[in-house]
C-alpha cells in the first residue's frame, strides 16, 4: 500500500484529497495543526480504520521532531503533498505588510521546504513517488494582470522557484516534482464565491498521481494544463 503524508487534511481541499487517496487504496498519514481535529477526522473516515494515521503539529513552528516521529512509525512515504496554505489579507503600513510577508512565507514556503528537504533524499531510492506542492496560480508572474495580494503571490512565486530546484535535483530518481495549482475553489480561504467545488480540485490534483504526469516533471500545472511561470 502506497503512504502519502499529506497537510491540513481538516478541511477544505485537504479533506477532499484525503478521502481521496483513501478511497483509492493509500495509506494516509495525515497531518493537521491540533490534535482537536483528531474526533472529526475519525468520524470522516469511517470505514478506513487501519489504513490512516494522524499527526499534529504547527506549520509555524520547527517540527523535524514530528517528521522524525513519522519516519520512525511509518517509514518514508512514496507521496507528500504539501496542501497547507494561509492568505493574508493585506493591509495597514509599510511593517504591517511587510510582515504579512514574512508570515505566509513561514507557512506557504518554509513549512514545504522542511517536509521535502527531510524525506526527498530518503524518497530517491523508491522505485516510484511523487512530490507535490499546491501553489496558486496567484504565484504566477506571467498571470500577474491585476496585482495586489503581495504576501501570497509572493510565498506562492517562491513556492514555485522551490519546486523547480527540487525537480532538477531529483531529476535522476523516479520521484516526480510538480506545483499545481488546485482551481478556485469553494473552501474557506477560497470563499463561497468560487467557482468550483472540491471535488474539482481534487480531481485536477490527482492527474499527478498517474503515470502520465511523470512526462511533466518540475511544471506548474492545473490539471494537465501547463501554467505560465
Ligand atoms: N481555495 C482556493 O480557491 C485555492 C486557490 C488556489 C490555491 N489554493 C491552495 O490550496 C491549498 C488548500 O487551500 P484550501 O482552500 O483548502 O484552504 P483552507 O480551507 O483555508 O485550509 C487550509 C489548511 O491549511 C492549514 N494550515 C494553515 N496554517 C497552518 C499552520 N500554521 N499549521 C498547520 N496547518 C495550517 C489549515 O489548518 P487550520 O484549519 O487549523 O487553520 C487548513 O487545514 C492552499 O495551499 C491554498 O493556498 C486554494
Not at 525537480?167 to 468560487?194: C, E, F, N, Y
Request: aromatic share 10%; charged share 20%.
Amino acid at each position: 500500500m502506497r503512504k502519502a503524508l499529506i497537510t491540513g487534511i481538516n478541511t477544505g481541499i485537504g479533506m477532499g484529497l484525503a478521502k481521496f487517496l483513501l478511497q483509492n487504496g493509500y495509506f494516509v498519514i495525515g497531518c493537521v495543526r491540533k490534535p482537536e481535529y483528531f474526533d472529526l477526522l475519525i468520524a470522516e473516515f469511517k470505514g478506513f480504520k487501519g489504513q490512516y494515521s494522524l499527526y499534529a503539529f504547527d506549520l509555524n513552528s520547527d517540527f523535524t521532531d514530528k517528521l522524525q516521529e513519522i519516519e520512525n512509525t511509518q517509514g518514508i512515504p512514496e507521496v507528500i503533498i504539501n496542501n497547507s496554505g494561509v492568505f493574508l489579507t493585506d493591509s495597514g503600513d509599510f511593517e504591517a505588510r511587510y510582515n504579512n510577508i514574512i508570515s505566509s512565507l513561514e507557512v506557504n514556503l518554509k513549512a514545504p521546504m522542511r517536509i521535502c528537504e527531510y524525506f526527498a533524499a530518503k524518497m530517491r531510492s523508491l522505485p516510484w513517488g511523487r512530490i507535490i506542492n499546491i501553489s496558486s496560480k496567484m504565484g504566477s508572474l506571467g498571470d500577474n494582470s491585476s496585482g495586489g495580494y503581495l504576501s501570497y503571490r509572493s510565498s506562492k512565486a517562491l513556492l514555485n522557484l522551490y519546486t523547480i530546484n527540487l525537480a532538477h535535483q531529483m531529476a535522476d530518481s523516479k520521484i516526480v516534482v510538480l506545483t499545481l495549482h488546485p482551481g478556485w475553489i469553494k473552501t474557506r480561504m477560497g470563499g463561497m464565491g468560487a467557482p468550483d467545488e472540491i471535488g474539482a480540485a481534487v480531481e485536477r490534483i490527482a492527474f499527478a498521481l498517474t503515470d502520465e504526469a511523470s512526462e511533466f516533471h518540475g511544471e506548474f500545472l492545473v490539471g494537465k494544463e501547463k501554467l505560465p511561470w
